[in-house]
Every structure is written in structure tokens, then in C-alpha cells.
């Protein structure tokens, strides 16, 4: 059973940062890409960026590429994503997502990480 | 950016009869080497995270209910579901996977008539 269980609730101050983490189980974690995809209260989904376990590639979203970071553990089988200068527009639902082999739709998902950002 | 606009926001279907959801990409998804249509939809129920019913624009997930359809090609497509049923309402998302960014449509709101 293809499982993938993320990190709880966080509450972040502005300007600080959020790291979440999503840990794979039940498939074999380095033949597949892990997306992070965020969703803002009562909006669609946001694509934020991905990493291709194997070797460790990113690729992210121009709207984020200069405050996320998405890292992998291959040995604990776990993506990480990392979100700096918090806004209160990061408030947002975080998932981690995983991609059918070499197509970038998502076949499963993690069940989110709520992140809110106040003073 | 692919922009992805999906029609209607929302809609009230009764039990048992047909519920269709456009979505219109801002440029084709159709990509030519492989005639593949690179267009999958979500249903997201609330407090859950989205689950795919199809890729491919019209192939069905394992173990999604053959009342979900999805057609289409190039920059317009659909999702169709017949014989609705009270547990299909939640919010669809049409996603391309053409390029990124990925992209996501708005979402349709389904409810019950």
C-alpha cells in the first residue's frame, strides 16, 4: 500500500521558515518523483516544485525559486520541503505528492500539512 | 503559464442524472510524438487531499468507478459523470502536465440538486 505520511500542523511567525516532511512507504522510493503542491484556504492547488529521488534533481516554480528548497533522504525514504520568508500568504494547506513514473500527474498523495503564518 | 479554466464553478446535479465539467487549456496539450493528451482530473472531497480519476485525459484510475469519463482533446475536455451519486460531491480539478509549471484549473464545485 503506497503511503505517504507528512509532518503535523505548524504555526510560523513572518519571515521566519517551515520545513515539512513526507515519508514514503509501500513502493520502492527512488522510482519516483515527489511534487509539493500547496493549497490556500477555499483556492485551487499550486504546483510548487518536485525532486526526483534518484539523484536528487529539483525543479521548482519560478514563483518560489528563490525561498524553497526540496531535499530528499533516500535511507529514510522522506522529502522535505522548506519554505523561507514566510508571508501570511503562505497560510496554505502542503502536500507532497508522488508522480506516475516519467508522467507528472499524481497518483498519490500525502493527507497535508496545514502551515499558518501570523503574528 | 498554461491557464487552465474550468466551466461551471459549480453546478447542482440531481441523483442519477449526468454531471459535465469543461476545462479549456490556454494552449493544446496534445503533444504530437506520442498523440498523448497530457490532461488528468482530480475530485477533492472536503478535508482530504485530491485523488486522481484520470490521466491521459481519458484513462480511468484503477479502482475509480466507470460512471467517471473524461474526453477530449488538444485545448478543450471534459469530465463526465453519470448516474450521480451523493458520495461524487466534492470539488473537481482538471491539472496539464504539458509543461511546467504544472498547472490546475479553478475547480467545479459538485452538489446535489
Known amino acids: ?119 | 503559464d498554461f491557464v487552465m479554466t474550468q466551466s461551471p464553478d459549480s453546478l447542482a446535479v440531481s441523483l442519477g442524472e449526468t454531471a459535465t465539467i469543461n476545462c479549456k487549456s490556454s494552449q493544446t496539450l496534445l503533444y504530437n510524438t506520442n498523440k498523448r493528451n497530457y490532461l488528468a482530473w482530480y475530485q477533492q472531497k472536503p478535508g482530504q487531499p485530491p485523488k486522481l480519476l484520470i490521466y491521459w485525459a481519458s484513462t480511468r484510475e484503477s479502482g475509480v468507478p466507470d460512471r467517471f469519463s473524461g474526453g477530449g482533446s488538444g485545448t478543450d475536455f471534459t469530465l463526465t459523470i453519470t448516474s450521480l451519486q451523493a458520495e461524487d460531491v466534492a470539488i473537481y480539478y482538471c491539472q496539464q502536465y504539458y509543461t511546467t509549471p504544472l498547472t490546475f484549473g479553478q475547480g467545479t464545485k459538485v452538489e446535489i440538486k
Open chain 1, 1 to 119: 500500500q503506497v503511503l505517504l505520511v507528512q509532518s503535523g500542523t505548524e504555526v510560523k511567525k513572518p519571515g521566519t521558515s517551515v520545513k515539512v516532511s513526507c515519508e514514503a512507504s509501500g513502493f520502492t522510493f527512488t522510482r519516483y518523483s515527489i511534487h509539493w503542491v500547496r493549497q490556500a484556504p477555499g483556492q485551487t492547488l499550486e504546483w510548487m516544485g518536485w525532486i526526483k529521488t534518484a539523484n536528487g534533481d529539483t525543479k521548482y516554480s519560478q514563483k518560489f525559486h528563490d525561498r524553497l528548497t526540496i531535499t530528499r533522504d533516500t535511507s529514510a525514504t522522506t522529502a522535505y520541503m522548506e519554505l523561507k520568508s514566510l508571508t501570511s500568504e503562505d497560510t496554505a494547506m502542503y502536500y507532497c505528492a508522488r508522480d506516475d513514473v516519467n508522467s507528472y500527474y499524481f497518483d498519490s498523495w500525502g493527507q497535508g500539512t496545514l502551515v499558518t503564518v501570523s503574528s
